[in-house]
C-alpha cells in the first residue's frame, strides 16, 4: 500500500498535508501527530490556525469543546487536503485555532491518523502513514 | 445591526441543532449517521460520509458563509481533550 514518510521535527513526530486555498494556490503544512489528541467520535480531525481557515475557503461545520490545552468553544471546517505522497485527496474537520505547537502547522488528531496505519515505518527517527487496505 | 449573511448562518446552526438531537435522542431519526448540508436554513444534502457531502456542497452554486454541515449523532457538547503544548 503506499506509503509516506517524514523525518521526526525537534524528536517529535510529524505529518504533512497541502491545503489548496480559494485562489487556487497550494500550502504545505507540517503538523504534530498527536494520537492523544480527541477521540474517534471527535468532531475534528485537525487542528489549523484560523487564517488557513480562513484561506482556503471553508465551509464551516459544527463546534466543539476542547478542554487541556486548549479551553473553550471552537468552530469547525471542512477544508479540502491533499497527501502527496499517498496519492489521497479528501475533506477533513479541522478547528481552526489561534496558537499552534511551536515551530508547527497544527496538529494531526487521533481521528485523522486512525484513517490510516500509522507509526515508525521506516525507523526510529521517522514517522509515517499508510493507506490501509479495502476490506 | 445584524448581517443578512449572519442570520443565515443563525439559521443554518439552529436547524443543525436540531437535527443533531433529534439523531442523539432518536437512533432510528433518518439523519443519524449521516452527514448533513444545510443552505439557508435549509436541508440540502444528506450523504454517507464527509466526500460525498463535500462534493455534493461544492456543486450548489452558494457562498460558502451560506452553508453549514455537520455529521449527525456526535454529541458536540462532550469536552475533547488535547494536551499538545500551544
Not at chain 1, 480559494?22 to 503538523?31: F, M, W, Y
Not at chain 1, 487521533?110 to 527517527?125: H, I, K, T, V
Request: proline share 6%.
Amino acid at each position: 500500500m503506499p506509503r509516506a514518510i517524514w523525518a521526526l521535527v525537534g524528536g517529535r513526530p510529524v505529518v504533512q498535508v497541502e491545503l489548496h486555498t480559494a485562489e487556487g494556490r497550494t500550502a504545505t503544512r507540517t503538523l504534530l501527530a498527536d494520537t492523544g489528541a480527541g477521540t474517534l467520535r471527535s468532531g475534528f480531525e485537525l487542528l489549523l490556525r484560523d487564517e488557513d481557515c480562513r484561506l482556503c475557503g471553508s465551509r464551516q461545520m459544527q463546534s466543539v469543546c476542547l478542554r487541556g490545552a486548549y479551553e473553550g468553544e471552537y468552530w469547525a471546517y471542512m477544508l479540502y487536503v491533499r497527501i502527496p505522497m499517498l496519492g489521497q485527496n479528501r475533506y477533513v474537520r479541522t478547528l481552526g485555532v489561534e496558537n499552534v505547537p511551536p515551530g508547527l502547522d497544527g496538529i494531526a488528531c487521533f481521528r485523522f491518523l486512525s484513517q490510516y496505519a500509522f507509526g515508525n515505518l521506516d525507523g526510529p527517527n521517522s514517522f509515517g502513514l499508510e493507506r490501509l487496505s479495502p476490506k | 445591526m445584524t448581517s443578512p449573511a449572519k442570520t443565515i448562518q443563525d439559521r443554518n446552526r439552529e436547524l443543525a441543532r436540531q437535527i443533531n438531537e433529534e439523531a442523539l435522542s432518536n437512533p432510528s431519526s433518518p439523519y443519524a449517521g449521516k452527514f448533513v448540508g444545510i443552505v439557508r436554513g435549509q436541508v440540502a444534502v444528506v450523504a454517507n460520509d464527509l466526500d460525498e457531502l463535500g462534493r455534493a456542497m461544492d456543486g450548489i452554486a452558494v457562498p460558502p458563509d451560506e452553508t453549514f454541515c455537520i455529521e449527525v449523532g456526535l454529541d458536540y457538547d462532550e469536552p475533547q481533550f488535547i494536551w499538545s503544548a500551544k
